[in-house]
């Protein structure tokens, strides 16, 4: 008969294996239970998280796009700022140039007035005279310099303002140019999706950039370069309403002058030809004067040797009478007749050479005053003829330049009008 043999192991009990199959049940309750909750607890995570995740992606969406709506608004402001600056410089530009040009235009009054001060200076003698004509012109010279420097301070203004300008121009451009590469960058950002390429981790993105500003900063950048080009457009303008008035100011001031110094030219001109009248008149009348001494002179001369040829008829008869014989040498009555006719033709010549010389002096006196008026004339001439150049240069101040045709040649003396007789008279003197 076959027997059983033993194998050597442990043996548990049954309460050991009992109690194993409890723990094995309990524990995958436990496990299951566990499990359960941390699915339960994966779910709920899982929501919330794609809740939180959607919302905080859909938060920031619309975040970036009022991002975007911010920037783009002070973009477009930036844009009309730079439109208005643009449209200032280029009217700012234009003022100064017709401020450059108004004084470029001031070159021809001053030329024409120390023309006619270099052309006075050719008069002569006692013409040579200090007289409102004078005083005008150098008014004038100050006048226009004035004027000038007037002209010459407003466009080193306006070249000022042009360089503050084209400063916040400047400014404007690199923070516009800042703002739209911004609006690329954050509609790139903004168009980003999750099927989107290029999708990668990056190492530190949440990291504070270098040189980052807070929103105020920001703001108050963008707001300082926009107040700070209207207070640069606004003090352009006003420049530019101040060079528009200086350049009436100083146009009126010019033409006011102008005319003053014209009528003070004219006026003198009329003085000096009543004047140069007045010496022809006396001229005239010492001519006559002096024709009619000469033939007085002739006269008397004449009258004179008739009186001498009578001296010597006495002169003979009485020495005739004085070879009479003997008693026949009586004082009768015709002797003492032409003793006296001697003694009367002597008085006669006497009083006729006294008033001869006289007349010779009176002669002598009047050419020689004739001669003083000729000189003076002809100084007369030679100014109204520089006076009447003077005026003939200012038409240069009214007449367009393609125009300008001098009407008196200063070098000859002559002139391409008609003349009046008293002028023609002028030229013929000289």
Excluded at 171 to 193: A, F, V
């Amino acid at each position: 008969m076959a027997t059983l043999s033993a194998k050597p192991s442990n043996r548990y009990q049954l309460s050991d294996w009992l109690t194993n199959s409890y723990l094995l049940s309990t524990n995958a309750e436990r496990q299951r239970e566990a499990s359960h909750q941390i699915r339960q607890e994966a779910r709920i995570l899982r929501n919330e998280t794609n809740n939180q995740t959607v919302w905080d992606e859909h938060d920031n969406r619309v975040r970036l796009a009022e991002r975007i709506e911010t920037v783009n608004r002070w973009k477009e402001i930036l844009d009309k700022c730079l439109t208005d600056l643009d449209a200032e410089i280029d009217t700012l530009t234009q003022t100064k140039e017709s401020a450059e040009q108004n004084l470029q235009a001031k070159n021809l009054p001053l030329d024409v007035a120390i023309e006619c001060l270099t052309l006075r200076e050719s008069r002569r003698d006692i013409d040579v005279v200090k007289d409102p004509v004078d005083e005008e012109l150098v008014k004038e010279v100050g006048v226009i310099e004035a004027t000038k420097k007037a002209l010459q301070e407003r466009i080193s203004q306006a070249f000022q303002q042009l360089c503050l300008l084209q400063d916040i121009r400047h400014q404007l451009c690199c923070d516009h140019r800042d703002k739209m590469e911004t609006l690329d960058i954050d509609r790139g950002c903004l168009s980003l999706n999750h099927t989107s390429p290029n999708l990668s981790l990056k190492i530190n993105p949440t990291r504070i950039p270098k040189d980052s500003t807070t929103l105020k900063q920001w703001d108050d950048f963008t707001r300082f370069n926009k107040d700070h080009a209207d207070t640069e457009i606004k003090a352009s303008i006003e420049l530019r309403e101040a060079i528009v008035l200086t350049i009436a100011q100083t146009n009126n001031e010019l033409e006011a002058q102008r005319v003053a110094t014209e009528f003070t030219f004219r006026k003198r001109l009329r003085e000096v030809e009543g004047l140069y009248s007045e010496l022809k008149w006396q001229e005239k009348n010492t001519l006559e004067e002096i024709a009619q001494l000469q033939e007085d002179i002739r006269r008397l001369e004449e009258d004179l040797r008739r009186k001498m040829m009578n001296l010597k008829l006495v002169h003979t008869r009485l020495e005739s009478r004085t070879y009479r014989p003997n008693v026949e040498l009586c004082q009768d009555q015709t002797q003492h007749g032409l003793v006296d006719e001697v003694h009367q033709l002597e008085a006669t010549i006497s009083i006729m050479k006294q008033k001869l010389a006289q007349t010779q002096d009176a002669l002598d006196a009047l050419s020689k005053h004739l001669a003083r008026l000729q000189a003076d004339i002809a100084c007369k001439t030679n100014t109204m003829l520089l006076d009447t150049k003077c005026l003939d240069t200012r038409r240069r101040l009214t007449v367009p330049a393609e125009k300008f045709v001098p009407q008196v040649d200063t070098f000859t003396r002559t002139t391409n009008r008609t003349l009046s007789p008293l002028k023609v008279c002028h030229l013929e003197l000289v």
